[in-house]
Nanobody
Framework: QVQLVESGGGLVQAGGSLRLSCVAS????????MGWFRQAPGKEREFVAT????????DYADSVKGRFAISRDNAKNTMYLQMNSLKPEDAAIYYC????????????????WGQGTQVTVSS
């Protein structure tokens, strides 16, 4: 069973950038398709981005397309989310998740989750 730990969150001004990391342990990251999700206070958890096992296929929520980029380095067992042009509405706890079926938007497809990292965007 893989374990996931996110890092890289923090406080940033609107228009700024952050890069989140998700490190896998216990099993090689290459076994899994991966996703990023986020949850703001009082809101449902929502899909952000997903990436296939080999990194060749990605998919993004419309709200982040063109601003965020998901990537992975299987040799380092690490997945990334580069977030540019951040907006106050991007503020949330960001979670990485793993599944064995492929790049998916639905959270129920993911069997393993990290603990989350907080992103705060000041206006």
């Amino acid at each position: 069973q893989v374990q996931l730990v996110e890092s890289g969150g923090g406080l940033v001004q609107a228009g700024g950038s952050l890069r989140l990391s998700c490190v896998a342990s216990g099993r090689a990251l290459s076994w899994y398709a991966m996703g990023w999700f986020r949850q703001a206070p009082g809101k449902e958890r929502e899909f952000v981005a997903t990436i296939s096992r080999d990194g060749r296929t990605t998919d993004y929520a419309d709200s982040v397309k063109g601003r965020f980029a998901i990537s992975r380095d299987n040799a380092k067992n690490t997945m990334y989310l580069q977030m540019n042009s951040l907006k106050p509405e991007d503020a949330a706890i960001y979670y990485c998740a793993a599944n064995t079926v492929g790049p998916r938007r639905e959270s129920y497809e993911y069997g393993t989750w990290g603990q989350g990292t907080q992103v705060t965007v000041s206006s």
